[in-house]
């Protein structure tokens, strides 16, 4: 398949997969909006609220939320439901032969149109929690290529995977617990009394760096660390060749492990 | 009048095998054998009959010329430059989506971009007889509809050889009728064509040559009507006795 048929059909399919998803719901569309708002408004009441977490302040603590969930929330999302594109694809690999990276990127393409319609509602919370837009804000852009990189190369190798075993598709779902436990959403990486640590987490965390990155460009309009941000792009970058590789080569085998 | 099988070969299957681990059996008892050794070849212009009962492996043979699965043994050719496609109903329809949206999607998965997609689109529309409920979301169809619109979908590729699954059974009479006549227009015309049917009516009618496939091997292979009347006879002798 030559490659621009190939992202024809990504950006053809990603456009029917929003389609379909807003046709299901009542509020449609409105769900993208809704959806990070009600996380941060639980996080909100469980940690600011009940267990006193934001010593620093209501506003300063919704907006810190805010980046950490908004931003998790497009990575999450994303790796669930494209790990599980490939086997849910089932009826048309049974039909034609397509190259199997298809479904996972189209839902990887899905979200990101789903997020330029959510990042400027981050970035109109931040204001309205009193932290002025800047001409510092335009590094969330290499902040945000990297971040998709990231989450294509991870939806990818999470597609793969539960075609191989369907059982990993259970994993994802504890991984993601687990990121959304260790990447710094609810509680400030910078805040654990221990420098070495912040910079162990930081550096051995992508997701972590990421969302901090997000904090630190909205909040205090610091530029993030070019080095890590430069690293986990390259990775990212050689995780998504190496599995576009691999679909390919394996492509048949792919099917046949999907229809049996 | 010259024989089929002196025109040039487009696809040739040699000793074709399939096999799978069925189960979570690590043993061989756990590996399923589909295919067990089938070779044949496919000549320009042919329409060629698969026959045989559910699950002895014909879809899985038209899989493996469409290249969806590799054989786990042995070789499938096919001529160089030429394209083969599976024609089958209802290329995984979205509930979700109008038969609008779904036509399109299939359009261009079969290969068309989506300027050349959305030509074809008022033809379909035309074709399936779905009026405005083409418009309408596809969970909202019966089977009927469902059937129409995946034929006539199916209907516009452009391919070397044509594979076609079962597809001819569906609809209502009047609908039957015209997607039969459809088809016979396209196997009349400069079309190689595999045919898998039940129908054996069908059969007789469209194939040249036919194939009996039986536990995964080929029973019987040739002239239609002496196939058909071995299959029947064997059909036959293996109905269950009343006691």
Redesign the interface.
């Known amino acids: 398949m030559r490659i621009t048929q190939y992202f024809r059909l990504v950006d053809i399919q990603a456009r029917m997969i929003l389609k379909a998803d807003a046709s299901k719901l009542t509020l449609g569309y409105l769900w993208w909006f809704l959806e990070p708002l009600m996380w941060v408004a639980v996080f909100y009441i469980v940690f600011n609220l009940i267990l006193d977490a934001g010593a620093r302040g209501s506003a300063e603590f919704l907006t810190f939320l805010a980046c950490g969930k908004f931003a998790f929330i497009w990575f999450s999302k994303t790796v669930s439901q494209a790990s599980n594109s490939i086997v849910a694809a089932q009826n048309l690999i049974g039909k034609i032969n397509v190259p199997k990276s298809l479904f996972p990127m189209a839902v990887a393409h899905e979200s990101l149109f789903r997020q330029c319609a959510v990042y400027p509602l981050l970035l109109v919370i931040v204001m309205l929690f009193g932290y002025p837009a800047s001409p510092m804000w335009l590094w969330l852009l290499p902040v945000l290529v990297v971040y998709y990189l990231m989450i294509v190369a991870c939806a990818l190798v999470g597609s793969y995977l539960v075609c191989l075993v369907r059982d990993f598709s259970q994993f994802i779902q504890l991984g993601m617990t687990f990121l959304l436990f260790t990447s710094g959403i609810f509680w400030d990486v910078r805040a654990l009394g221990s420098p070495e640590k912040t910079e162990l987490i930081l550096t051995l965390n992508p997701l972590a760096f990421i969302l901090d990155a997000h904090r630190q460009v909205l909040m205090y309009q610091i530029p993030p660390d070019l080095a890590i941000l430069g690293a986990i792009a390259v990775g990212a970058i050689v995780i998504i060749a190496a599995m576009e590789l691999l679909m390919r080569y394996t492509s048949q085998y792919l099917a046949l492990k999907v229809l049996t | 009048m010259s024989l089929i099988t002196d025109r040039p070969v487009m696809l040739e299957m040699d000793k074709v095998a399939l096999s799978?681990?069925?189960g979570k059996s690590s043993f061989d008892h756990g590996v399923?054998h589909v295919l067990k050794g089938v070779s044949f070849k496919l000549y320009e212009n042919e329409t060629l009959g698969i026959i045989g009962r559910n699950g002895v492996g014909k879809t899985t043979m038209l899989?493996i010329m469409?290249?969806?699965?590799?054989p786990t043994s042995g070789r499938v050719t096919m001529r160089p430059g030429k394209t083969a496609?599976?024609l089958?109903l209802?290329?995984?329809?979205?509930g979700?989506?109008s038969g609008r949206?779904n036509a399109?999607?299939a359009a261009?998965?079969?290969?068309s971009?989506?300027k050349e997609a959305r030509a074809f689109l008022q033809e379909i529309q035309d074709f399936s007889e779905l009026g405005d409920s083409f418009e309408e979301?596809v969970k909202t169809y019966s089977s009927g509809m469902r059937a129409r619109l995946g034929f006539t979908t199916a209907l516009l590729t452009h391919v070397d050889i044509l594979l076609i699954d079962e597809v001819l059974s569906v609809g209502d009479a009047h609908f039957k009728d015209k997607a039969q006549q459809a088809m016979q227009e396209r196997i009349c015309g400069q079309q190689t064509v595999v045919f898998v049917s039940h129908a054996e009516q069908q059969v007789k009618e469209l194939c040249d040559r036919t194939i009996w496939i039986e536990n995964g091997r080929i029973r019987n292979a040739g002239h239609t009507p002496t196939v058909l009347a071995d299959y029947r006879k064997s059909l036959q002798a293996n109905k269950p006795q009343p006691d």
Do not use: N, Y
């Open positions: 799978f681990r069925a399923h899989r469409a290249g969806i699965l590799k496609s599976l089958s209802g290329l995984g329809f979205k979700d989506l949206d399109l999607l261009m998965l079969q290969g971009t989506r979301p």
